[in-house]
């Protein structure tokens, strides 16, 4: 089911508006998540197209060939994750699941065939029986997915289905998550918070800031090549080299650094991965911390710019605090956006 | 159908409001209306609740008397008994709290039965106010030990104890400068509640009163029996007056301890 | 002093006042109930005699209806005003909330001027209906005070209620009906069962109401009044209140169990 989206907006009350008018395009069986800090209009967008949010006058929506703009809830036939998985606790597991199905007035034995059939799907079947309140934050998270997904929805909705669990428990979920999802074959909104999250589980990502979609790729474009600061900083971490354009390359307080022949004039990035420790580099700088975190080092460096900077380094042993170091960035690691 | 979901539950509401509302409208009216049966066009005066003022000023004094001193015993039992509780929770203090409770459960013709079997002989204890106090302090006080204890168990009351402990403080001293400011907005919610609950009693002070003590509910109770509507309807704007501000006093500040609770 | 004996030393006046007033008198209420001819066959008696019987019948009855009446109409309402946010709702809220500081007198005398002699009912239908005196003037006395009682308690319930609970079941496409059966309803149920049980219990107990309409028919908190006023029947009058206190306590301490704890007071 391809979703359209045309000048959607949100504007709640008499306050500010909490989605901009919005365009997109999501096509069949893609997994699309939208990312951004709380309060960029991720959520009002999903609720939008949920259909548990009246948009602003002007916009469409359209599931495939049908406008669903004015159509409640009820009646979108889409299947929705909430973010406390809004579990029924008067139900029992298999009751919870089977619910959408009931809804629609399907006969009994269908109903217990497709129901088994989520359950083994999920692999939810020795839990089947049990009540809610008897489950783990991680069961309950599969059972969300499994009721959602259960009456065959043309679209699944997920708000930050990983962010009610435990870190350790979100890492090992988040990849049997995304396989779930790619298992359904149905159209996937997934909205986080987290771009990790994002990055791991979707085909394309929607950058989200200030109820504006800022761009919108595959996890590599963004990764690669973000054209603002804002998704440079969001995705990835990247820090600014501020400095002045002059012959010879960027000029920053801790040396020149030369930039690459088809950079632009705009803002120059770097991640601190691709800051390296290099005897014989161009920039120089100083070691304001020193945090060892198993796998590598995480330095804090002054002098370079005038705003902190930090770079991983691998190694055995790290420069001491206090210590100057002089470092480079290859060439194709630098960031170099549009003005 | 679809009119019947959409409004029958506002007109359920509104219904239940002027169930409530009219009687009350018609007693505050009935207070100042010259005469009840010929209506409004009679006049307004403030005559009847003067005449109320004269047959029963006794029983209103005594009933504001009552309730501050109820306030007085049950923060001196209430507040020490809540900490306590709060610090021990186990089966012993559920006990206990349980067993004061049952003031709540049982009817209070019950108890004041109960107090009057036992208490009725001593004519000298029987005969004075502190009869009906206690009464009123048996009554109300699981609501003051209650209001004190949900605040105790909201703040992390051992943390700041040990705390205090930590840098020296004995007990009592943690008592007076920890526990008490600390637990002000629940021990603020179980006094307005007290003196709400105390000066409107009417079950137990009905069997406990004697005729030279009597409370404003009690003097109610007789001027239904035997005034006129409208000195009947003055008494029950009086009691209004005074009991509506405090009913409101005491939501706002249950809304308010429960605020900080959350 | 340590903190052990302070806490013990915050505890004793509370032990001091609820053994003199509570313990002690309850004791002596339970060995009165015994003290007259009969002995402790007396609650026999109670059982046996239909006058105690048809009053035991009728309370319950009451408050039964009363409890079943201002559930629907409270729990309506409640949920109307929890989930509904519109100009005049705190008004509402406060006219509803009105009567919890009304003692059982006074509610006597609003239903009184609704439909006693010189009732509102009796003055504008043209019927004379009075009703205030009868069976259902008491009802009404005793929906009176429940409907706030009530009210409170689901309500702040229903606020609790996660409002994605109710957007996941439409989500599923169920139509507003099924939402308030399969979803709503199940999270009241166990500030329902609170309230009702409190209603229930504050019911069966009342006695300012039933005495200021002095009511044609007996209600056992009225026939232990009168048997100990009265007739000075005190083994009696003991007993029985002993058997409506154990009525409501129990009642109370079924719907705690049941609603897990929520059930707090009888008022």
């Known amino acids: 089911m391809t979703l359209t989206l045309t000048c959607v907006a949100k504007t709640y009350g008499s ?87 009931r809804m629609q007035r399907l006969p009994r034995a269908e109903i217990r065939s497709r129901v088994e059939e989520v359950i083994a799907l999920c692999r939810l079947e020795p839990y089947a029986d049990r009540a809610i309140t008897a489950l783990s934050g991680g069961q309950r998270q599969r059972v969300a997915l499994a009721r959602a997904f259960a009456p065959r929805p043309r679209i699944m909705l997920l708000d930050e289905p990983l962010s009610a669990l435990d870190a350790a428990l979100r890492l090992a979920l988040r990849d049997e998550l995304a396989a779930l999802l790619r298992s359904f074959g149905t159209t996937v909104i997934f909205v986080t918070h987290d771009q990790d999250e994002a990055l791991a589980i979707s085909d394309r990502v929607a950058v989200m800031e200030a109820g504006q979609i800022r761009q919108i790729g595959t996890p590599e474009e963004l990764y690669r090549a973000p054209r603002s600061p804002f998704v440079a900083e969001f995705v990835g971490h990247a820090m600014p080299l501020a400095g002045a354009r002059r012959v010879g390359g960027l000029h920053l307080a801790g040396g020149i650094l030369p930039l690459p022949a088809e950079a632009g004039p705009g803002p120059v990035y770097v991640r601190a991965e691709d800051l390296r420790l ?57 960031i170099c956006l549009p003005l | 159908m679809k009119l019947l979901t959409r409004y029958m539950p506002l007109a359920v509401t509104l219904l239940a409001c002027a169930f409530l509302l009219v009687p009350t409208l018609q007693s505050v009216l009935a207070g100042i209306t010259a005469n009840y049966f010929r209506g409004l066009s009679s006049g307004l005066t403030l005559k009847w609740v003067g005449e109320v003022w004269g047959l029963y000023a006794d029983s209103i004094l005594l009933s504001i008397w009552l309730a501050l001193a109820c306030l007085a015993v049950t923060l001196l039992i209430g507040v020490p008994a809540a900490y306590a509780l709060a610090r ?45 106090l206690v009464g009123h302090v048996l009554y ?54 007290v003196v709400t609950l105390s000066i409107g009693e009417f079950n ?52 308010r301890a429960q605020r900080i609770l959350s | 002093m340590t903190a052990r004996h302070f806490g013990t030393l915050c505890l004793l006046p509370l032990l001091i006042f609820s053994l003199a007033f509570l313990a002690l008198p309850l004791v002596r209420l339970v060995l009165s109930s015994a003290a007259g001819e009969a002995g402790w066959g007396i609650y026999l008696q109670m059982l046996q005699k239909p006058r105690y019987l048809s009053a035991l019948a009728q309370t319950l009855a009451v408050s039964a209806a009363v409890t079943v009446v201002a559930l629907a109409v409270s729990t309506t309402a409640g949920l109307y005003l929890a989930r509904n946010r519109f100009r005049g709702r705190a008004i ?21 001027l609704l439909g006693g002699r010189q009732g509102l009912v009796n003055q504008i239908t043209p019927g004379h209906l009075v009703f205030a005196y009868s ?20 309500m702040a319930a229903a606020e609790k209620i996660d409002p994605a609970l109710e957007e996941a079941a439409r989500s599923l496409g169920a139509p507003p009906s099924r939402v308030l059966w399969d979803v709503l309803l199940p999270a009241l149920r166990p500030a329902m069962v609170a309230a009702g049980a409190i209603a229930f219990a504050t ?24 048997e100990f006023t009265l007739s000075a029947n005190f083994a009696m009058a003991s007993a029985l209140s002993i058997a409506l206190g154990l009525v409501t306590w129990s009642v109370l301490l079924i719907a705690r169990s049941l609603s897990g704890g929520a059930v707090a007071s009888g008022g």
């Open chain 1, 15 to 101: 306050g500010p508006r909490a989605l901009h008018p919005t365009d997109l395009r999501i096509e069949t069986g893609e997994i699309l998540s939208l990312l951004g800090p709380s309060g960029c209009g991720k959520t009002t967008l999903l609720r939008l197209i949920a259909g548990l949010e009246e948009a602003d006058p002007g916009a469409e929506i359209r599931f495939g060939d049908e406008d669903v703009t004015h159509l409640p809830v009820e009646r979108r036939h889409i299947g929705m994750v909430f973010q406390s998985y809004a579990l029924f606790p008067n139900m029992s597991v298999r009751d919870n699941i089977g619910y959408g199905l």
């Open chain 1, 278 to 334: 290099d005897p014989h580099g161009p920039l120089r700088a100083c070691v304001d911390s020193v945090t060892f975190l198993g796998t590598h080092y995480r330095l804090g460096l002054s002098a370079l710019t005038d705003q902190r900077l930090y770079a991983l380094h691998h190694g055995q042993s790290a420069p001491r605090v206090g210590e100057a170091v002089t470092l480079s960035i290859a060439p194709e690691a630098l």
């Open chain 2, 88 to 132: 021990a929770p186990g089966r012993l203090s559920r006990v206990l709290e349980e067993f004061i409770s049952l003031p709540l459960a049982i009817p209070g013709l019950a108890l004041a039965l109960a107090l009057l079997q036992l208490y009725g002989a001593q004519q000298g204890f029987r005969a004075h106010w502190s009869f009906i």
């Open chain 2, 140 to 193: 109300t006080l699981p609501f003051m030990v209650r209001a004190v204890q949900a605040v105790l168990a909201a703040i992390d009351l051992k943390t700041l104890e040990e705390g205090a402990a930590s840098l020296g403080a004995p007990p009592w001293r943690r008592f007076v400068d920890i526990v008490v400011p600390n637990a002000l907005p629940g021990i603020l919610a179980g006094s307005l509640t």
């Open chain 2, 204 to 255: 137990l002070t009905w069997m406990l009163h004697t005729p030279l003590l009597k409370t404003l509910p009690v003097g109610l109770a007789d001027s239904y029996a035997s005034m006129r509507l409208e000195i009947a309807s003055a008494y029950t704007l009086v009691f209004f007056v005074m009991i509506v501000p405090l009913l409101m006093a005491m939501q706002w500040a249950t809304a």
């Open chain 3, 92 to 112: 509402l809220l406060s006219i509803l909330t009105l009567p919890l500081a009304f003692p059982g007198v006074v509610v006597g005398f609003m239903i009184i």
């Open chain 3, 135 to 154: 069976t259902f003037g008491l009802f009404l006395g005793y929906l009176y005070f429940s409907i706030p009682r009530v009210l409170l308690t689901v």
């Open chain 3, 203 to 226: 019911a069966m107990g009342a006695f300012g109401t039933a005495f200021t309409l002095a009511t044609d028919i007996d209600v056992l908190p009225m026939v232990i009044y009168t």
